[in-house]
């Protein structure tokens, strides 16, 4: 019995992560950003490095990095009537692989899922697109889901990139 | 069909000293006139002598143009050549770095070179008995460009005739340089990871002109500045104690300073196009101080120097027309024009050896926070510089208006008068554009090189005396600088404006 109620538990646990990881991107493609932001713990980063063997966020350079203090400076910006760049409003869509789980990593108690994605914005008759992975380092509590890490290795993060608007 | 190519005059008009006509902006013969008289010409900057660390360690970089290599040499030195092999012009390398042991070999027939560019060995030797290969360029080997080192920042002139560095570019914007390298109570700086990279759909001077503007500061990035306020007020009302402002806030801020603060920041102008922005104060000023890191600098540089150091931090120093760069934090823009409309900005950071990591922190933070692609407050920027070339495109209108901050520099005949070879103005000046296209000009109108550089070398020769002497800049990768200290360092001489007691109010 106990061992069942364990492998129903594991698979509840990695439903959870799974839905958080989607439901992120959906409100990313949504615009919804209050409820985006809402998702990220407060110790969180969001990180988008420049070279994909990347270990230190601090000292060497990353197209982001941002806690929640930048997380939500980001988002207030949004709804600013100056916010010059948000006219005409980018929009994106991110096409995500199906989402690896990778479970509970026990050093850091965070449940861990790995998903490839594609990625396209447009403002006006501007469009880019990009594609890379991402990983999200997940806390699950008893309730809640919150994301600690969002770490986004895009393909091509040592090029010669045009603006991104949007959060990635 | 060449209208400019053939008439300096069509040239002149494109620039009447107040107003700057579109077709600078818009005109594929333009911007290929500017890769051939100006950039071509002018000392740009490649690269960093960390990058380079050991001898055959290279790097490839492209500049108007010509695919180059930057290769440290046995002797501690380091040479920009052609990354063009001189068999059939294949590139050497296509990486952004790596290293060759003491020669490189072609990927295409194996022709090798020396780490000098010289030709080592060419396959099937005795194939060329009777031919003419050993008088001709190929004989030479890799095309070797003028190469000079200042405090281990390396520039490059595709020019062989140009007049050396210190002869291009004023003291005082190599003493910014200085000021940057001081920094480290060792004198030395280290490049700090890869660069951002970010391609803009913009003529290149719409990018350089507003590396000058302060008035777009606190209208064009209004949202990031007030969001950032606003975000900061919410989280310090929520806090049960007082918070120690963070170092994102602390950088953000400041781009809502008004306009009174920008016109005092003040700012200084060379013949050349070369300037510095915030010769008395600059929205870096406030950073809070380090702990330790003043005393490590008064016991590396003496108390009046580090003081002088710490105290300047001017907004943009810019050697024209490619590099644009902060003392501190340590940051350098290098402007790369792709085409008439398409403009690739690296952006540089520098760890000053032996200071606390927290002084790179910062310059790391201020350059994602404000120059990455992805960063909220470069987003306004690169948006209104699309617009513009979109806007000037457009019928009516032909002209960019840089009429502000004339008063003064008429002279009695109403003629205008800005040919000094320095001149210090307010920050808000549109002179610090207008410095810009009269090099511009000077530079296109002239069809032969002798008479560029005795323009330019005239321009800067007063400002330069000092430097060439003192800097121990080099040229043609001898590099005598590469572990000296500045003999500035504690002269009184030093190139350093001094920063008189604007504070923002």
Known sequence: MSTNTTAAEHERQRERALALVITEAALLDAARWQAWLAL????????VPLTSDQTDPVLQQSLAYEDPLLLSIRVERMSHPRAWSLFPAPRAVHVLQAPIYLGLDPA??????????????????????????????????????????????????????PSIYLPL | ?????????????????????????????????EMERLFARRWLYAGHMSQVPQAGDFITLEIAGTTLLMIRQADGGVQIMANRCAHKGAMLRCQASGHVDRAIQCPYHAWSYRLDGSLLAVPLREGY???HLATSEAAGGLTRFQTAVYRDFVFVCLDPNAAGLTAQVPAELLGCLDAMADRSPLGRLEVAGPCLRNVIE?????????????????????????????VWQRTQSAAPSALKKPMAIEQLLPFSSGSDFMEKMGGRVWAGGHSILGIHASLHSDYSSVPGYEQAMIAAWGEPRAKQILAWSP???????????KSAPQTLRVIRPLGVSRTLVEIWAFRALGAPDILLERTQTYNRIVFSPMSIVAH??????????????????????????????RAADGSRAESESMATVGGTDERLMRNQYRAWLEALVMSDTASVESASA????????SAASASGASASGASASTKGIPAKRDSGDAPLVSSAGVTKS
């Open chain 2, 458 to 465: 005239a321009s800067a020769s007063a400002a330069s005396a």
């Open chain 2, 202 to 230: 913009c003529n290149w001077k719409i990018y350089l002109e507003n590396i000058n503007d302060t008035v777009h500061a606190n209208v064009t990035h209004e949202s990031s500045a007030l969001s950032a306020e606003a």
């Open chain 2, 380 to 409: 306004d920027d690169v948006q209104v510089f699309e617009s513009i070339q979109r806007g000037l495109a457009g019928a009516g209108n032909e002209w960019v208006s840089l009429h502000r901050g004339q008063a003064g520099t």
């Open chain 1, 40 to 47: 990220f713990a407060p110790d969180a980063r969001y990180w």
């Open chain 1, 108 to 161: 850091s108690g965070l449940y861990q899922v790995d998903t490839a994605f594609g990625y396209t914005e447009v403002r006006g008759q501007r469009e880019i697109q990009l594609s890379g992975r991402m990983r999200h380092r997940i806390r699950l509590g008893p309730i809640d889901a919150q994301i600690v890490l969002k770490r986004i290795d895009l393909i091509n993060a040592d090029a010669a990139l």
């Open chain 2, 315 to 325: 907004q943009n120093a810019l050697i024209y027309p490619s590099i644009a760069f």
């Open chain 2, 1 to 33: 069909m060449a209208i400019y190519r053939e008439s300096s005059e069509a040239i002149r008009n494109l620039y009447d000293g107040e107003r700057v006509h579109r077709d600078a902006y818009l005109s594929t013969e333009i911007f290929a006139l």
């Open chain 2, 129 to 131: 008995q009777g031919s």
